[in-house]
Structures are given as structure tokens and as C-alpha cells.
T-cell receptor, first 116, second 117 residues
Framework: DTEVTQTPKHLVMGMTNKKSLKCEQH?????MYWYKQKAKKPPELMFV???????INESVPSRFSPECPNSSLLNLHLHALQPEDSALYLC???????????????FGPGTRLTVL | AQSVTQLDSQVPVFEEAPVELRCNYS??????LFWYVQYPNQGLQLLLK??????LVESINGFEAEFNKSQTSFHLRKPSVHISDTAEYFC???????????????FGQGTTLQVKP
């Protein structure tokens, strides 16, 4: 298995809803990432997990809450989002975590989120 | 700190013509370099990467990029494009090990390649 999967593909939610995005990889990668991408813009890093521990939080608002239950799974819990949070949310993984080495990130197809 | 500049926001080209997408980076230390492609309504796919060794790297679908350290460039080229190459292309750099910013990809603003029939 050489891919990163994300569910759901599309999500529409109201500002009072609670929802979760899911990301999964079975490549044995030990680093996982959440990115937010607005239309016609590059991805913006939100969170990095290394060995299931949060290593980077790019000052993301608390209405976004990441979780890494195990080395294959990464969740992003959403609560009380704003319309400006509408975007494509991308998950990525890499074989080695940041730290003493650098490696290639492999991206999932993304979840298209619309906040009404 | 590192930065990436993609000099062209849009590149229109006719099918079967050659194309070059330009990427320049700024860094006082060695970096790793990547090109990612994003087809409409999809995630990013790794196209090719330069980590070390030969400065010319190739992808399986006919793209190539050349690392030029003196010019701090990593331009992407294809001798003959197809309609299916229409996509957004992102150049990215990865900070060197031990810099404290590892785990971060620094992206350029992207170049939209529009291949016309």
C-alpha cells in the first residue's frame, strides 16, 4: 500500500457542528501532517506529528484539534468553525520525522470542507 | 530562513510544445528540492525531487528538473506537453537537517500550466 487516504472527500458543516477528518497511511511512515489549502494558493502547514506526538503546531486556532491515535491514523477534529475555514484540507506522511533528517512528504487527495 | 519564488503564475502553451516552469530559492545552506503537481480537485503528487547526487532528475512522465546551485534554481522542463499535463505545479524546498524547522516544506506560490489543443 503506497498511498495516503482521506475521508470524507467532501464535507459541509454549519458553524455550530462538530465533525472530524480522517487520514490513514499504511506505509510505515512515522511523521504525519495536516495542511490547509485555499484556492490557487500553496498548502499551509497546520500540524506535524512525529512518532505519534505533536511536534509542530503552526499557531492554529483551537477550533482545530488534531489527534494521532496510532502510527497509521491521523484525525482532525473540527468545532465551531468559521466560513473562512472553508478550504481543502490535505494530509501527508513521510518516512522519517523532522528532527535530524529530512524526507519526502506524500500527500492524500484531501477533504474539501465548506463551512456555512 | 528559506524562501521559494516561482516566477510565472500562469504558463499557457500549446500541446506538443516544450515548456519550462521556473523556480528559484533562497537559502544560505543546502536544501532539498521538490516539484509537486496538483491536478484539478485533487491532492498533491510528488513529481520529482533532488536530494543529492546528479543535478538532473527525471520523472516517469517526461518531466525533468535541473538543480543549479550557482543560480539557486530548480527549473522544471518537458520537451513536449500533453493536454493531460494541465495542472498546478508547486516547487518546494525542505530545510536542512538540524535547522530546527525540519518537517516543514516551504512552497512557492505555484504555476498554473495551461496546455491548449
Amino acid at each position: 500500500d503506497t498511498e495516503v487516504t482521506q475521508t470524507p472527500k467532501h464535507l459541509v458543516m454549519g458553524m455550530t457542528n462538530k465533525k472530524s477528518l480522517k487520514c490513514e497511511q499504511h506505509m510505515g511512515h512515522r511523521a504525519m501532517y495536516w495542511y490547509k489549502q485555499k484556492a490557487k494558493k500553496p498548502p499551509e502547514l497546520m500540524f506535524v506529528y512525529s512518532y505519534e506526538k505533536l511536534s509542530i503546531n503552526e499557531s492554529v486556532p483551537s477550533r482545530f484539534s488534531p489527534e494521532c491515535p496510532n502510527s497509521s491514523l491521523l484525525n482532525l477534529h473540527l468545532h465551531a468553525l468559521q466560513p473562512e475555514d472553508s478550504a481543502l484540507y490535505l494530509c501527508a506522511s513521510s518516512p522519517l520525522p523532522g528532527g535530524t533528517s529530512t524526507d519526502t512528504q506524500y500527500f492524500g487527495p484531501g477533504t474539501r470542507l465548506t463551512v456555512l | 530562513a528559506q524562501s521559494v519564488t516561482q516566477l510565472d503564475s500562469q504558463v499557457p502553451v500549446f500541446e506538443e510544445a516544450p515548456v519550462e516552469l521556473r523556480c528559484n530559492y533562497s537559502s544560505s545552506v543546502s536544501v532539498y528540492l521538490f516539484w509537486y503537481v496538483q491536478y484539478p480537485n485533487q491532492g498533491l503528487q510528488l513529481l520529482l525531487k533532488y536530494l543529492s547526487g546528479s543535478t538532473l532528475v527525471e520523472s516517469i512522465n517526461g518531466f525533468e528538473a535541473e538543480f543549479n546551485k550557482s543560480q539557486t534554481s530548480f527549473h522544471l522542463r518537458k520537451p513536449s506537453v500533453h493536454i493531460s499535463d494541465t495542472a498546478e505545479y508547486f516547487c518546494a524546498v525542505s530545510p536542512p537537517p538540524g535547522s530546527g524547522n525540519t518537517g516543514k516544506l516551504i512552497f512557492g506560490q505555484g504555476t498554473t500550466l495551461q496546455v491548449k489543443p
